[in-house]
């Protein structure tokens, strides 16, 4: 049920970014460094704002309060982007939106972790990123469709994005109940050097390795750029997130799987080879076979590294303050993204598109060579064989 309420809420999001680039640019006249801070800035809301959830939740031993007011704050907001006339307001709903995002995120990803035996830990978390990365197919697909009917009308578009996600928030409050488990009992970490080392070792070995990740890993809004300074057709540009969304959700749920089997910083290591390859593609890309070839690697790499670093969480973190963990993980990460992302806009400005791309490569080579030293003491040992 975590899996449907995540495919519908990501239905209704992906519907607004697969577009909200474009509107940004062409008809705002946004430039792509301001595109980058603000796709950037509303990530790192995200990575911040599950600190405190994830922090709150293990004080007051309860998950699915929060996860309730994060979807229905995404779900709320979706109609001011339809209505909004400026840069200011397209700004301020996309942060609202992404507040949201931070609310649910760490209580979520807990609930998962309690919810899930330990021997299928990667295939759960696996699975839950799969169902939400159909919704990410199904997003822009249903935008692609609605451009065609419509004759280009994305105002029109954006308010049908409104609807999956009040049906999200319907399942949610219905169907997904508060883990019965010993786990989500009240257990507030003191918020001090000798609190956080409570954490553990492994806990932030990990952090580390994925503050390098999300250095390398931009806002997928360039993306959608790199499509626009091919000339890819404006009908047609939603299906560069459609392609990247097929390809992880493929892959998400079978890498999680394969990651309860063999050691999951060898699948992650991976992961970044592919990024790097994305990268490198995207950066010497003159037509739209060399453009997509490069979103599926991007898409490829997403599934073999989110799922998986989730689980890296779960495994390494205290299990009494896991949804603290998940929250400060992220937050670290946010950081990474938004410097990221920052980057990559004043690149693209000053050394053209391609000069992003390379950066990007270099930063997932880079990272490939730190995942590989790392070695976890895992708190989960299980592994089935093959």
């Known amino acids: 049920m975590l899996g449907f309420v995540s495919l519908f809420t990501d239905m209704s999001s992906e519907i607004v970014h697969s577009l909200l680039p474009l509107l940004l640019a062409t008809g705002l006249g946004a430039s792509a460094t301001i595109i980058g801070l603000i796709e950037g800035s509303a990530e790192a809301l995200v990575m911040v704002t599950k600190v405190f959830s994830g922090y709150l939740s293990d004080a007051i031993g309860k998950r699915k309060p929060l996860v309730l007011f994060g979807y229905g704050l995404a779900a709320i907001v979706k109609p001011i982007f339809p209505m909004a006339d400026s840069v200011w307001l397209f700004t301020t709903a996309r942060m609202l939106d992404r507040f949201g995002k931070g609310v649910r995120g760490a209580p979520r990803d ?10 299928i830990r990667g295939a759960s978390f696996g699975l839950r990123q799969s169902m939400d990365t159909v919704g990410a ?4 697909l249903l935008a692609v469709g ?10 029109l578009v954006l308010w049908v994005a409104v609807i999956p996600g009040f049906i999200a928030v319907f399942l949610l409050f219905t169907f997904v109940p508060e883990p019965n488990s010993s786990n989500t009992q009240s ?6 050097r000798e609190g956080l080392k409570q954490l553990g070792k492994p806990f932030w070995r990990l952090v580390f390795v994925g503050s390098l990740i999300a250095l390398a890993r931009f806002s997928e809004a360039f ?11 404006l009908t047609y540009i939603p299906l560069v997130l459609v ?6 959700a493929l892959s998400a749920y079978p890498a999680g799987k394969l990651s309860d089997r063999m050691p999951r910083h060898h699948l992650l290591a991976l992961g970044m080879i592919l990024l790097a390859l994305a990268c490198f593609a995207l950066a010497i890309a003159k037509t739209y076979w060399m453009l997509f070839a490069g979103i599926s690697l991007w898409g490829l790499h997403m599934g073999f ?10 495994d390494t973190a205290n299990e009494t303050y896991r949804g603290t963990a998940f929250g400060v993980f992220n937050l670290v990460s946010g950081f990474g993204l938004l410097l990221a992302s920052g980057i990559a806009g004043v690149l693209w400005d000053h050394a053209g598109p391609s000069a992003t791309f390379v950066f990007g490569a270099m930063v997932s080579i880079l990272s490939v060579l730190v995942v ?9 040992s299980i592994r089935h064989t093959l």
Do not use: C, K
């Open 110 to 119: 807990a609930m998962v972790s309690e919810l899930a035996p330990p021997e």
């Open 137 to 140: 197919v199904l997003g822009p």
């Open 146 to 155: 609605l451009l065609w009917l419509t004759t280009n009308n994305i105002n």
């Open 187 to 192: 257990a507030r970490l003191p918020i001090s």
């Open 223 to 233: 993306l959608i750029l790199r499509a626009s300074d091919l000339h890819l057709p």
């Open 243 to 248: 392609v990247m969304s097929v390809i992880y």
């Open 305 to 314: 590294s989110q799922g998986i670093l989730a689980s890296m969480v779960a």
């Open 372 to 380: 590989l030293r790392f070695s976890p003491q895992q708190t989960t």
